[in-house]
């Protein structure tokens, strides 16, 4: 069987056993209201309280669709971008309290370009290992994916997610979240 596809009821044992160490996360199973962006009524919420990390695939990426130099979109020091000791060691630069990237409609002025953070939220993909929990590695023995949604985004509010929809998210989500480019956009944000 595919990891990624297991049943909800084992799916729901595991995500008990360990919701409590993602409180801002719910689990997203069948039945669950599917995600509509709404950046018009929520004023672009995630792009003003999330600081977004980039990895170097996103860099060259919107560097490639913006045609910028990353010390134009990246934090710097002393006109350098900053390097943290992290998988994505940059940071998107911020302005007012927001992404610097954020145009005053609520728009994403490099939607095509966006980092992966991006692309992921309002999901992420966890792996743990379905006996005890622990992170996994998603290529381990008895490793098992967790589609989880951020509490505060407010856009879950779409139809139903079906048995297929929600394995067809998830299978995206992984896709992303191993350096991908998305098969899908969310309509609302591109307007
Ligand atoms: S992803 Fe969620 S928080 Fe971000 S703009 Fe869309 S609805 Fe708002
Ligand atoms: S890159 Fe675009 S989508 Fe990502 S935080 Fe900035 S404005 Fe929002």
Redesign the pocket.
């Known amino acids: 069987m595919d990891r990624g596809s297991q049943g909800g009821d084992a799916l729901l044992r595991v995500w008990r056993a360990v919701a409590a160490r993602y409180p801002s996360y719910d689990l997203v199973l069948p039945g669950e209201n599917s995600f509509i962006c709404c950046a018009a009524t929520c004023n672009?919420w995630?792009?003003r309280a999330?600081s977004?990390p980039l990895g170097d695939a996103d860099v060259q990426r919107?560097e490639g669709a913006s045609g910028l130099a990353p010390a134009r979109?990246l934090e710097c020091e002393d006109g350098e971008p900053i390097a943290l000791p992290l998988a994505d060691p940059y940071l998107?630069a911020r302005r007012d309290g927001?992404?610097?990237?954020?145009?005053a409609g609520g728009?994403?002025?490099?939607?095509a370009?966006?980092?992966a953070?991006?692309r992921l939220?309002p999901y992420q993909v966890a792996w743990l290992d379905g006996k005890t929990g622990n992170p996994s590695g998603r290529d381990r023995a008895g490793a098992i994916a967790l589609l989880l949604r951020h509490r505060e985004c407010p856009g879950f509010t779409g139809p139903r997610l079906s048995e297929e929809g929600q394995a067809g998210l998830l299978a995206e989500m992984l896709r992303l979240q191993s350096g991908a480019e998305s098969t899908r956009d969310w309509s609302e944000?591109e307007t």
């Open positions: 672009a995630c792009c999330l977004v919107m979109f998107l927001a992404c610097a990237l954020l145009e728009t994403c002025s490099q939607y370009g966006r980092p953070a991006c939220y944000r």
